[in-house]
């Protein structure tokens, strides 16, 4: 009983304080992502407060951080540009036209997870996943980047540079080199206090949170409690046209949203060597949209950086998560003087840092070792993940990875051949049958040549698909005109019913009593009831 107590307050410990440094990694990439989709700093904020609190509570992976995220926020921008172009200057339809649009987006999310489509994510490849983390990685770096950039767009130069690099190594410093010294610490959030403390006290002119804000055109981090929008409904017209506009952002928000939250959930899972719900997650991520959308928020999904803090941080329950979406809120309420102390040199250094740790460093040690295709999909996936987006970098190598699959399969259709003493010739099939493979299919056989009786025997093969049966029922009528007889044998049960549907006549060319364990196995195991000693080989 002690023990139990002991390992639920040490969890507890470290949720609480993993929970922390995630709160303060998060307000800055809030407000960064609600600048990129052009839209107010508290818009970015409410999101990742109500988005993280829903999906921790509710969620299908315990210990994965949600919020507003710059995959969602690229595809915002315009989103948002059009909305504006509705109405008069300074009315800011795109604002409301962007709420209603994360609203339906919610709701296609959380359709996905009614029909269970959270399954899906099983079907991408490692090469897709390593390419995904990869590209990932390499956008989180060039988004930090324009960090090292004053006001006007300029990169910093000089002491400026100089003061702003080595807070930044600093920080990368200390969480590289406290864990070796103790884990009982979070790193990420000891880095942020000492460089915070370093640049407070020694008076450094250096660019923190508050100054990012306001350089951005925002007035800090003043804000009360996310507000019911009443004006959605008041400003975005119920009409077909609004459902034509909003309905292809949201679509697209969805999916983006979706494959990042359950590939961050694969690679969470990977980590912590636990099992998330996938269809969970969905539903989690579809209402959390709902509720910020309605209260003014901007909408978002997981977020790989953030997650892995957590991680690295011993966050492992929903309590890390629930802590940070708390903590996200006091700070906005109560703490804003404090948190707008923070350098952003400390949090850039805490992102290079998750960049490091998120990289597939050893994507570079297989690539000699691997397939060539696979090596093409890895590489296509993470530079199809910084020029376009997730999303599209994810269907493509997916896409390419099944055109490779089908192509090798269509290759291993094998027929052997042989003839019994009857002068019955018989075509042993071998391998799987689908539309890649009919072509080879049909070119084992010699239709004009063949003696008067045929069997084809598919107890290795497979029946996959539509075109398979097409090809089937087209080799039997080729045979039938030719006026010789041709039994099909060992087809699967599935197989057999469609052919069965196709034409009565399947039924005298179809053998249906077979004595033959091996077909039974395949079939139905409970078929396979006899003793071996029965069967005749």
């Not at 060039?142 to 600093?170: R, T």
């Amino acid at each position: 009983m002690t023990e139990f107590i002991t390992t639920r307050t040490t969890n507890a410990k470290n949720d609480i304080l993993s929970g922390v440094t995630v709160a303060l990694a998060l307000v800055p990439e809030a407000v960064a992502f609600a600048f990129v989709a052009g839209v107010d700093p508290l818009v970015g904020l409410y999101a990742a407060f109500m988005i993280g609190l829903i999906t921790s509570v509710f969620g299908g992976r315990p210990g994965m951080i949600s919020g507003a995220t710059g995959a969602l926020a690229v595809v915002m921008v315009s989103l948002v540009a059009e909305g504006n172009a509705f109405g008069a200057e300074g009315e800011q339809l795109g604002l409301y036209y962007l709420f209603a649009t994360v609203i339906l987006m919610g709701f296609i999310q959380m359709l996905a997870g009614v029909f269970k489509l959270g399954k899906f994510v099983r079907l991408i490849p490692h090469p897709v996943m390593m390419g995904f983390v990869n590209g990932l990685a390499i956008v989180i770096f060039l988004s930090q980047l324009g960090m090292f950039k004053n006001a006007y767009g300029d990169w910093f130069s000089g002491i400026q540079l100089y003061i702003m690099l080595g807070l930044v190594a600093l920080t990368m410093g200390i969480m590289f080199g406290l864990p070796k010294l103790t884990k009982k610490l979070p790193e990420a959030l000891i880095a942020i206090l000492v460089v915070s403390a370093i640049v407070i006290f020694g008076k450094l002119d250096v660019a923190t949170v508050g100054s990012f804000i306001r350089d951005g055109g925002g007035e800090g981090l003043k804000g009360g409690l996310p507000q019911f929008q009443t004006d959605i409904f008041s400003k975005v017209p119920f009409t077909w046209q609004t459902l034509k506009f909003i309905g292809p952002y949201a679509l697209i928000l969805a999916a983006i949203g979706l494959i990042e939250s359950l590939m961050t959930l694969n690679l969470v899972d990977e980590l912590t060597e636990t099992r998330g719900n996938t269809n969970r997650e969905c539903l989690a991520q579809g209402g959390a949209n709902i509720i910020t959308g309605l209260f003014g928020g901007m909408g978002g999904c997981a977020m790989i950086g953030q997650s892995l803090i957590n991680i690295k941080s011993g966050g492992r329950k929903r309590l890390s998560g629930i802590v940070a979406a708390v903590l996200l809120l006091v700070f906005i309420l109560f703490a804003s003087g404090l948190i707008e102390q923070v350098p952003i040199a400390a949090l850039v250094g805490v992102m290079f840092m998750v960049v490091i740790g998120t990289f597939a460093w050893s994507s570079f040690r297989i690539l000699n070792k691997i397939p060539i295709t696979d090596v093409i999909v890895l590489v296509a996936v993470s530079s199809l993940t910084v020029i376009f987006d997730l999303a599209i970098a994810v269907i493509a190598g997916v896409i390419i990875s099944a055109l490779v699959f089908s192509w090798e399969n269509a290759k291993r259709i094998r027929a052997r051949k042989r003839m019994r003493d009857d002068g019955t010739k018989v075509y042993e099939i071998w391998g799987p049958l689908f539309f890649g493979s009919i072509i080879a299919f049909n070119d084992k056989f010699d239709v004009k040549n063949d003696p008067d009786n045929v069997e084809i025997d598919f107890v290795e093969s497979r029946i996959s698909d539509h075109s398979a049966l097409e090809a089937i029922f087209n080799l039997v009528n080729k045979y039938e005109a030719e006026g010789k007889t041709i039994k099909l044998k060992h087809l699967s049960e599935d197989c057999k019913i469609l052919l069965y549907k196709a034409s009565p006549k399947f039924r005298e060319v179809i053998i249906e009593d077979i004595d033959d364990p091996r077909y039974h196995l395949a079939e139905d195991p409970e078929k396979f009831t006899k003793p071996l000693s029965e069967y005749k080989f």
